[in-house]
């Protein structure tokens, strides 16, 4: 399982300072992205040794175009909506391709149905991994639910690769560990923490040594 650190707030630029050589993926988040444009994903490449990064532009349509400033900023990842047309996500697969580029689909705009994607659903060419969520606003609004976690094994059992997020943290682990998503996006839990960097290690050895146990159970 790889470790994606989600950045949204121009703060959270330091906490990657002390953490970049123990995650796998930096996510550029939207507000950041829209605070300062895809300037702030050459300073998330500039805080990092080669570490990936991923633009969560979210995209929903002008997909070629969006795609062409992210990618051309030296983003490796970018996200486009599941329920953007099928027009907007060949568009996006079409410019990735061009630059060696991977693609996600992001299922936030269906979190809490039964079926994130229809049963007839087609996934363009170029989509990698399909990202599963429960939503900040629901999470802070108090509606706290599993169901994001639980969509997992449904994405597996269609043969998708899942990039999971939201919520996540040492109370919710060991359900992510068990489902086992090729992708855990981690936030507050690191940002807002008072050691980053301890709680980045704790996650990164969770993840790279299941069995170990989650060291939190301890303190």
């Known amino acids: 399982m790889l470790l994606q650190l989600a950045l949204d707030a121009p703060e959270h630029l330091a906490v990657l300072a002390q953490v970049a050589d123990l995650v796998d993926i930096v996510e550029v988040g939207t507000p ?27 995209t929903v349509d002008g997909g070629a175009l969006e795609a062409h400033l992210v990618f051309g900023a030296g983003a490796m990842f970018m996200t486009v909506l599941s329920s953007a047309s099928s027009a907007t996500q060949n568009a996006v697969a079409r410019v990735a391709a061009e630059y060696g580029g991977i693609v996600v689909l992001d299922t936030i705009t269906e979190s809490g149905k039964h079926s994130l994607l229809p049963d007839d659903f087609e996934f363009p060419d170029g989509i990698a991994y399909v990202a599963v969520h429960s939503p900040t606003d629901v999470r802070e609004s108090g509606q706290h639910s599993s169901h994001h976690i639980a969509a997992v094994a449904q994405m597996h059992e269609r043969g998708l690769r899942v990039s999971l997020a939201g919520g996540i943290g040492p109370d919710s682990m060991s359900d992510v560990i068990g489902v086992a998503p090729e992708i855990v996006v981690v936030g507050s839990a690191i940002t807002s923490a008072a050691n980053p960097r301890e709680v980045t290690q704790w996650i990164r050895s969770a993840l790279i040594n299941p069995g170990r146990g989650w060291p939190w159970d301890s303190n």
């Open 32 to 58: 950041l992205l829209k605070r300062f444009g895809v300037s702030a994903i050459a300073t998330a490449r500039e805080l990092t040794d080669q570490v990936p990064v991923l633009a969560d532009t979210k």
